[in-house]
């Protein structure tokens, strides 16, 4: 049955197509980009290792450059990966304290302001850059994508009581400019320092209510599993569902709307 189940999300996701949910006659996007957010070390680039081998069903190979045992690299670049011809998982730099900044950068990237395969930016709140941003018109790319945000939090860290009004913030802001809250991933779940019901409990109350624990492969731990394989997969098809309701929530119109209600 794992087997079966394994095939059938695989065949999902390989073969998806933003048209097919709901035909001609209204907006349909180029592609779906997932968008990874995190902070610094919890293991963005090697969930994306981990997506690509599951989906390409092949060994597990790090291309993304993942720091040791899942984070610790730092990537500055928002870097767009193409899993299909019709679904991307974009890259991003750690967020290290969740901040007014990062927070403002987050939006930016949502808002389409800012263009994948550029350097993320990193200038400070009073910066001639932030008030700069409030100029800029959005990037062509972001007419022509639905965005997926996923948050990555290492499940063996523990949180930070400081940051959930940020992370609020970061949810709420995420839905006003996809349509969708944030789908949470822990890392390293074999590791997990507090009950799953706990961890539900309180992005729950920040409306993430997608969540998913992860045993993730990494380069100390290369060999494929079906558990592992299932878990990933039920994550990228619950992207493109979600993806899928905004679609159809913007039908009968052509253009996508600015911001969600």
């Known amino acids: 049955m794992d087997a079966r189940r394994i095939r059938d999300y695989r065949n999902i996701v390989s073969e998806y197509n933003p048209m097919k949910s709901v035909g001609g006659g209204g907006y349909i996007p180029q592609k ?18 981990n997506c690509f081998c599951v989906v390409k069903d092949s060994d597990y190979e790090n291309f993304t450059g993942e720091g040791p045992a899942t984070g610790g690299a730092v990537n500055s670049r928002i870097e767009a990966h193409d899993l299909t011809s019709k679904v991307e998982i974009v890259d991003n730099r750690g967020l290290r304290n969740l901040n007014a900044r990062e927070i403002h950068e987050c939006n930016m990237q949502l808002d389409g302001v800012r263009k994948t395969q550029t350097q993320v930016h990193t ?47 970061f ?43 992860v045993k993730n492969y990494h380069e100390k731990a290369t060999e494929r599993n079906m558990e592992t394989d299932t878990m990933i997969l039920e994550i990228l098809v619950k992207c493109l569902n979600r993806a899928d309701s905004v679609i159809k929530r913007i039908h009968p119109d052509t253009v996508k709307p600015t911001w969600f209600k």
């Open 171 to 213: 949810a709420d802001n995420a839905y006003y400019y996809t349509g969708i809250y944030p789908i949470i991933v822990l890392m390293m779940a074999e590791k997990m320092s507090e009950n799953l019901d706990s961890v539900r409990g309180f992005f729950g109350n920040l409306h993430c209510t997608d969540i998913y624990p």
């Open 123 to 169: 200038k400070g709140w009073a910066s001639w850059a932030w008030f700069l941003d409030q100029m800029k018109g959005r990037e062509t790319e972001w007419a022509e994508t639905i965005q997926v945000p996923i948050f990555i939090y290492r499940a063996d860290m523990p949180r930070i009581p400081s940051e959930i009004v940020h992370l609020r913030q």
């Open 32 to 49: 779906i980009s997932i968008r990874l957010f995190g902070k610094l070390g919890h293991g963005k680039s090697t969930f994306i290792n």
